[in-house]
């Protein structure tokens, strides 16, 4: 069979295409390849209020799992309420809303061999052919920037008792830093079932499951609370960028989608914003022809690229200048600015004024070394 488009990996940004293809163009023939599973893996995906148009929100609606009116932030030196809703997606619920709207157009268990951008060649000696062929399939083997790294565990609890929490706290940096930007990170599912996560911005992309579940254990008995059942478990390693070359190269001739592409916040690593942005850009293509369709890709992750510059000097200047230990003097700065400013970091659209707003004043790094951190770009393109 002759496919319209084939999209390989059915993670978070190939899923959204072809969850928004179903909605408006129902006619094309889209096949979602999965070598695992189920479509999704095993992940969280959250975002912000402002990070999506109204329209998007509408469409991406059916598959949100949770959300809430605000959230939290905690620091040592400040405790702050956001009143701008939060959102979160689970994958089990990713899954079940794709292979409903997909039906056999969905192939699970299904490794591939090679991909090409009309051509893919699964790992059985079978060949799929399609007028264009998306590769979503994580991170590039061999990435072009350098990088730091969110390293990061998260467990889903039920508790023996309610927790009370009524919005999430994005981030507790009130605990040991551990040489690192550390944070707690809690969502509440249900009066007694908690998201709990321990996250680490570190230089190193090494991550030790084994201390971060004990860490996990220990903070919630701080709180405490008695964990009764563990629910489910996920971690990652999600690269924060700092200086390089934009991905995938320019010259290339595949289109790739999501993490392969580039496609999430240099300092947030949140990647739902642009993988709605690429959907909606793919499904507003006539025929989405390989030609057509990496000039797309290749088109939106150059604008990604360019656009997210001042933070990727964030980044450098979060983990190349000061100690480690104290990064969150960074942050709870960060989290002192206006509700707008806030809004607009995560959402990636920055204003000079508010540019201008997280620069100035007294640093919370040595100036010194703020300095040589933002100039020191290395191939910096």
């Given at each position: ?29 889209v ?18 209020h ?50 409903e ?20 060649q ?29 390293l ?32 707690f ?11 709990i ?118 980044n ?59 100039f ?6």
């Amino acid at each position: 069979m002759q496919w319209d488009l084939i999209l390989v990996g059915a993670g978070l940004a190939n899923g959204l295409i072809a969850w928004r293809l179903q909605q408006v163009r129902p006619e094309l023939n889209v096949l979602l390849i999965e070598q695992g599973e189920a479509a999704g893996g095993n992940h969280t995906w959250s975002f912000h209020h402002h990070d999506l148009s109204p329209e998007q929100h509408q469409w991406i609606a059916p598959l949100v799992a949770h959300s809430w009116p605000g959230y939290d932030v905690m620091f040592p030196s400040l405790t702050r309420h956001i009143d701008q809703p939060y959102y979160t997606l689970f994958s089990d619920r990713f899954a079940h809303r794709l292979t409903e709207a997909l039906g056999d157009n969905l192939r699970l268990n299904c490794p591939v061999a090679a991909v090409s951008p009309q051509r893919v060649q699964l790992a059985n000696g079978e060949t799929l052919t399609a007028r264009a062929v998306i590769d979503g399939r994580g991170q590039p083997d061999a990435p072009t920037q350098r990088c730091a790294w969110q390293l990061f565990v998260g467990q889903e609890w039920r508790l023996a008792h309610p927790h009370g929490l009524t919005r999430p706290l994005l981030m507790d940096a009130t605990v040991p830093q551990c040489n690192a930007y550390r944070f707690f990170y809690l969502l509440p599912l249900s009066p007694d079932t908690l998201l709990i996560e321990d996250t680490r911005f570190s230089n190193a992309p090494a991550l030790n499951r084994d201390d971060y579940r004990a860490a996990i254990k220990d903070y919630a008995a701080q709180r405490h609370w008695t964990l009764s059942a563990l629910l489910r478990e996920e971690s990652g390693c999600l690269p924060l960028t700092l200086a390089g070359a934009p991905p995938p190269d320019s010259t290339a001739q595949q289109p790739c989608s999501g993490m392969r592409a580039g496609l999430f916040h240099a300092v947030t690593g949140y990647s739902l914003p642009l993988a709605v942005r690429l959907a909606d850009a793919v499904a507003g293509l006539g025929i989405p022809d390989a030609p057509r369709v990496a000039a797309l890709t290749h088109a939106l992750a150059a604008q990604q690229w360019r656009s997210q510059g001042f933070f990727r000097l964030l980044n450098r200047m979060l983990f190349l200048a000061g100690q480690p230990d104290h990064r969150w003097r960074v942050m709870q700065r960060f989290y002192g600015l206006p509700d707008e400013t806030i809004a607009r970091f995560y959402a990636g659209n920055l204003t000079l004024s508010d540019k201008a707003r997280i620069l100035t004043g007294k640093p919370p790094v040595p100036v010194f070394q703020a300095l040589r951190a933002a100039f020191n770009t290395g191939n910096e393109q």
